[in-house]
């Protein structure tokens, strides 16, 4: 017996645009975090240091799916459905 469960299709044209979204969301968090670090002391600077990293992180891998799309979407990788 086979059980089908649905599927949400996400276009690579969408994909895009939610990573560009994406990445202005997490570069607002890294750009505050590392803006913010006059008035803290030297382990909640550390803190704040690290949680901006992550964030920029997050952005970059946003990037790098984004243009992946991008290019799905163009056809580079074979015939696009």
């Given at each position: 017996?086979?059980?089908s469960i649905p599927v949400?299709?996400i276009?690579?044209?969408i ?10 969301f997490?570069m ?5 975090g590392?803006?913010?670090l006059?008035?803290?002391?030297a ?5 704040s240091?690290?949680?901006a990293?992550?964030?920029t992180?997050?952005?970059l891998?946003s ?5 992946l799309?991008?290019?799905i979407?163009?056809?580079?990788f074979g015939d696009v459905d």
């Amino acid at each position: 017996m086979h059980v089908s469960i649905p599927v949400m299709k996400i276009s690579a044209a969408i994909a895009v645009w939610m990573c560009v979204v994406f990445t202005l969301f997490c570069m607002g968090f890294a750009i505050r975090g590392f803006t913010s670090l006059d008035g803290l002391d030297a382990i909640e600077r550390e803190h704040s240091v690290g949680y901006a990293w992550f964030w920029t992180f997050l952005a970059l891998v946003s990037v790098v799916f984004g243009v992946l799309s991008r290019m799905i979407s163009k056809g580079k990788f074979g015939d696009v459905d």
